[in-house]
């Protein structure tokens, strides 16, 4: 809302203002760890290694998800509670927080779906005040997280 408010009428979000959404990218961070988008991927061993006392010869492909990775407590400490502030400063350890993959494989759109999410964000906190109407709905994965009951919501315009 500092955003927001900090706007004459009508004028648009700049490139200065989507690098000030500390916060907000925070948040949106933390839901992608809650419920990421990419749930993993398949890589092929290049070299024979031993992982959790199980050899795995080179050659064979392997699934990493990123659900098990982000929900892991010796990354993520109480990783069911949702906490933008892990995010503050340098963030998670590099591969622990892969929402939009890792390394030379990373999605190649990652700046602009931060962007897009920014300024959906920006432009919904704006213009609504919203309550959920199933205030403990929970999230089933089927394959994708999403909302058990959809995510009803009502949205209030902003009173001038």
Not at 30 to 53: C, H, K, S
Not at 76 to 95: I, L, S, T, V, W
Request: hydrophobic share 40%; with cysteine.
């Amino acid at each position: 809302m500092e955003i927001a408010k900090s706007k004459r009428e009508g004028e648009l979000l700049n490139w200065e203002d989507i690098q000030k959404m500390k916060y907000s990218w925070n948040v949106a961070c933390e839901v992608m760890r809650v419920a990421p988008p990419l749930q993993g991927a398949f890589r092929e061993a290049i070299t024979d290694f031993i992982f959790n006392g199980f050899y795995i010869p080179k050659g064979w492909k392997l699934y990493w998800s990123a659900n098990a990775t982000h929900k892991s407590g010796e990354y993520f400490p109480e990783p069911e509670k949702f906490d933008p502030g892990r995010f503050e400063g340098n963030g998670p350890a590099p591969y622990t927080f892969v929402p939009f993959g890792g390394g030379p494989r990373m999605c190649p759109g990652k700046e602009y779906a931060r962007l897009e999410i920014l300024v959906f964000m920006h432009n919904l906190v704006k213009r609504f005040n919203f309550q959920k109407l199933l205030p403990n709905e929970g999230i089933i994965v089927d394959p994708l997280p999403m909302p058990s009951k959809g995510l009803p919501v009502a949205l209030f315009p902003h009173q001038p």
